[in-house]
């Protein structure tokens, strides 16, 4: 582990404007083991990519996107002492962006798709390297595809560790001690260089992987919310935030909908025993979290989680009861198609599970293929319109009266399904989206 280099990762939020990325420059330049600066896309630019990438939009709305993209990323280019240093260079990646936002194969072409969701994060890095260097830090944009080496697999590409190990020390530690390094979130590249993306929230991911390629001693992840909170503060006042958690219990949380972090994030923190903070760049002095390996307190109960666009898949049989390996065949068709199910529940005809389904992702995108290959085979039912709501804790099956006290307080919903007893760290319940908020408060009330 060096533990001279510490990689800061800063959010959508934080970079959005020139206002908010002076509050990241003076994060950056307090703590001098800061050598890896990792940015997302302007806040708002993400979802404009993402509507330019996957609907078919008119030649006007287009227009319309990329000016409102070009007059976010100009009020920070204005902003500049010397702007005209950075203008070429964003100006050909606006050129790059118009010109992948007008291609007849956009909605159809998914290589093409990430190039264009690459824009936003490159576009950001740029002028917030320059932002740096006018700060008084001395700051190089670097380009992370050439380091951040992946799979084909794109719209949620697979990193190649022992590539990203290599490209790190080969290419970004010789550059550590010169300048600060900024660089881009959620983007990678193939063998054969064509950009590739990590998926939703995969800027944390990013900072993890070089964190761990560089082996650094600690992985800032800010944000706009000072560290992790017992549930989403926007649900229910009440939610408090955690000084400390341990790695297992924030990947539980991250899996279960806690925004604050990307699920994978804590995997390569995990291999590498490598501290992960989240705090606020907004108000760094008022602390966050800190994950760590071992926690000197993990309570039965630590937080509760949402996952929203949830699809609840029931596969049935009337020859299942006499069916050897019909579980075998319909899990094969899960795997090939590389779904993560969540809840799961079985009785002698039928097989229900919990999918996944964000609007606009590989997952959408793969549900249903699965599901038509499982319609071959068996009924299929498939039910949209739930959220997944989640109790994090330790141990919770040790716990006398737990079952007793959650259902009593959940007497109020329909409760589609639940999964229990698997798993020490967790409770899950499958709800309607539109009783989720009250499920989250009412819960966090009586546990907390």
């Known amino acids: 582990m060096n533990q001279s280099i510490n990689v800061a990762k800063f959010g959508g939020t934080s970079v959005a404007n020139f206002e908010a990325i002076q509050n990241c420059l003076r994060v950056i330049a307090d703590n001098e083991k800061t050598r890896v600066v990792v940015v997302s896309a302007a806040g708002g630019v993400t979802n404009l990519l993402v509507n330019l990438a996957h609907q078919a939009n008119t030649q006007d709305v287009i227009f319309e996107h990329c000016e409102t993209i070009k007059e976010k990323e100009y009020a920070i280019l204005n902003r500049l002492s010397q702007p005209s240093i950075v203008k070429p260079k964003l100006d050909?990646?606006?050129?790059e962006l118009s010109s992948l936002a007008l291609h007849e194969e956009i909605n159809h072409n998914d290589a093409l798709k990430d190039q264009l969701l690459s824009l936003g994060e490159r576009m950001s890095s740029l002028l917030v390297a320059a932002c740096l260097?006018?700060?008084?830090?001395?700051?190089?944009?670097?380009?992370?595809?050439?380091?951040?080496?992946?799979?084909?697999?794109?719209?949620?590409?697979?990193?190649?560790?022992?590539?990203?190990?290599?490209q790190a020390e080969l290419l970004l530690y010789p550059q550590l001690s010169g300048a600060v390094i900024v660089t881009q979130g959620f983007i990678g590249s193939d063998e054969n260089g064509v950009t590739t993306t990590l998926g939703r929230g995969g800027s944390?991911?990013?900072?993890?992987?070089?964190?761990?390629?560089?082996?650094?001693?600690?992985?800032?992840?800010?944000?706009?919310?000072?560290?992790?909170?017992?549930?989403?503060?926007?649900?229910?006042?009440?939610?408090?935030?955690i000084a400390e958690l341990s790695f297992e219990e924030a990947a539980e949380m991250a899996t279960f909908g806690a925004k604050v972090l990307h699920p994978a994030t804590m995997e390569p923190a995990l291999r590498q025993n490598i501290r992960v903070f989240v705090g606020s760049s907004k108000d760094p002095k008022s602390g966050g979290t800190w994950l760590v390996k071992d926690c000197d307190d993990e309570p039965a109960f630590r937080a509760i989680t949402r996952r929203k666009e949830q699809v609840m898949?029931?596969?049935?049989?009337?020859?299942?009861?006499?069916?050897?390996?019909?579980?075998?065949?319909?899990?094969?068709?899960?795997?090939?198609?590389?779904?993560?199910?969540?809840?799961?529940?079985?009785?002698?005809?039928?097989?229900?599970?919990?999918?996944?389904?964000?609007?606009?992702s590989v997952a959408e995108k793969l549900n249903y293929q699965a599901l038509a290959e499982l319609e071959d085979m068996c009924e299929v039912n498939v039910e949209h319109g739930f959220d997944l709501v989640t109790i994090v804790g330790n141990q919770m099956q040790s716990v006398k009266g737990l079952t007793g006290?959650?259902?009593?307080?959940?007497?109020?919903?329909?409760?589609?399904?639940?999964?229990?007893?698997?798993?020490?760290?967790?409770?899950?319940?499958?709800?309607e989206d539109k009783q989720s908020s009250d499920v989250v408060r009412t819960l966090h009330d009586v546990l907390f």
């Open 92 to 95: 050909a990646l606006l050129e």
């Open 133 to 166: 260097s006018e700060f008084g830090v001395k700051a190089l944009n670097f380009d992370v595809r050439n380091v951040l080496k992946t799979d084909s697999t794109f719209g949620e590409a697979v990193p190649n560790l022992a590539q990203i190990k290599k």
């Open 204 to 241: 944390d991911f990013t900072a993890a992987l070089l964190a761990e390629g560089l082996g650094a001693e600690c992985c800032e992840i800010w944000t706009d919310v000072n560290g992790v909170y017992t549930t989403d503060p926007r649900i229910t006042s009440a939610a408090r935030p």
């Open 313 to 360: 898949v029931t596969v049935k049989t009337p020859k299942m009861m006499y069916a050897q390996g019909f579980l075998e065949k319909v899990f094969a068709v899960i795997a090939k198609n590389k779904l993560s199910v969540d809840l799961v529940t079985t009785s002698e005809i039928s097989v229900s599970f919990t999918l996944d389904n964000p609007a606009n």
């Open 405 to 431: 006290k959650v259902f009593a307080a959940l007497d109020f919903v329909e409760v589609r399904m639940i999964c229990f007893g698997a798993n020490p760290h967790n409770m899950a319940f499958l709800v």
